[in-house]
């Protein structure tokens, strides 16, 4: 079993910047990609940003490029987001997840989640 919790989650006002975090524990060697979701209110769960647990490979939809940024440290067994630039649509919960599989934008690749941070921007 792997268990995920976020943190750093908060009100931000547009144009401000937040970094998420989640701490990995338990069987955490088995983790192969660490990716980032989100969800807003009356909307699908959407994909946000992966990366592969040693670092080398990350992967971004073309909407989350530029603003978003995914690090791991794998010291702290720790996985990162750093949001910049942020607007009032990006307001949403904001869900840690962790695979045994390659990278991937697929929420059904992924096996364990956290419980989510709620992410609010205010205009």
């Known amino acids: 079993q792997v268990q995920l919790v976020e943190s750093g989650g908060g009100l931000v006002q547009a144009g401000g910047s937040l970094r998420l975090s989640c701490a990995a524990s338990?069987?955490?060697?088995?983790?192969?990609?660490m990716g980032w979701f989100r969800q807003a209110p009356g909307k699908e769960r959407e994909f946000v940003a992966a990366?592969?647990?040693?670092?080398?490979?990350?992967y971004y939809p073309d909407s989350m490029k530029g603003r978003f940024s995914i690090s791991a440290d794998n010291t702290k067994n720790t996985l990162y987001l750093q949001m910049s630039s942020l607007k009032p649509e990006d307001t949403a919960i904001y869900y840690c997840?962790?695979?045994?599989?390659?990278?991937?934008?697929?929420?059904?690749?992924?096996?364990?989640w956290g419980q989510g941070t709620q992410v609010t921007v205010s205009s």
């Open positions: 997840a962790a695979s045994f599989l390659r990278l991937s934008s697929i929420r059904n690749d992924y096996k364990y």
């Open positions: 338990g069987r955490t060697f088995s983790i192969y990609t």
């Open positions: 990366i592969t647990r040693n670092g080398g490979s990350t």
